[in-house]
């Protein structure tokens, strides 16, 4: 049996203005979401503070010039829709590009959104216990309705980050899985990590 069939993530990968993220927020507030921090005591945030945590996030790769502390924005997101509870993880990682023919010592970030695709199952034969993985669509429909519901909101005031890296003799574009709005976009222009690099945005 094929225990790794549904396993992994449905992913989004985005950077959008702490505006934009405050409207897709609302989205979760309607869902009467509860954000935890992944610490061990799980400190629970209110929307507000999120907010807040995010704007902190967006601002450290938006200004002009670098800030004196570290970007962290890592959130386990549970969700009670219905007589499902289920829930998802947010967290911040980085895109890597070249800088003088190595990699660049700081990485352009943005927030990911993930889903797991599979609901574990239990299960005992006459070799032991086990577990399979189902699909998590007819086990969690309404979660991941929510979930497809917010990826396609954010989808829509997005497109397809692109950006070229100075490499070797000429400008090498790079194409990371990762969507931007076109403020945010504006926004990274003008950031000190583009003038740090000498980074050319490519959309328009």
Not at 35 to 48: E, G
Not at 111 to 127: H, N, R, T
Not at 145 to 157: H, P, R, S, T, W
């Amino acid at each position: 049996m094929d225990r790794l069939k549904h396993s992994g993530f449905y992913k989004l990968k985005f950077f959008i203005t702490p505006e934009e993220f405050q409207g897709v927020l609302k989205g979760f507030e309607r869902k009467q979401a509860d954000f935890h921090l992944s610490n061990s005591t799980r400190t629970k945030h209110n929307l507000n503070e999120v907010y807040e945590a995010y704007r902190r996030f967006y601002e450290y790769f938006t200004l002009q010039e670098k800030p004196g502390y570290h970007p962290f924005f890592v959130y386990s997101v549970s969700l009670a829709i219905g007589n499902e509870n289920s829930g998802f993880f947010v967290r911040n990682e980085g895109v890597r590009f070249p800088h003088n023919r190595q990699w660049a010592e700081d990485e352009l970030s943005y927030v990911m959104l993930s889903f797991p695709k599979g609901f574990q199952i239990d299960l005992e034969d006459e070799k032991g216990k086990y577990y399979i993985y189902e699909d998590i669509r007819e086990h969690r429909p309404l979660t991941y309705a929510f979930f497809d519901e917010v990826a396609n909101e954010i989808k829509k005031m997005t497109k397809p980050l692109r950006f070229s890296a100075p490499a070797a003799d000429a400008l090498q574009e790079q194409k990371p899985p990762v969507r931007i709005s076109k403020n945010a976009m504006n926004d990274l222009i003008n950031s000190w990590i583009f003038k740090k690099y000498r980074l050319v945005m490519n959309n328009k």
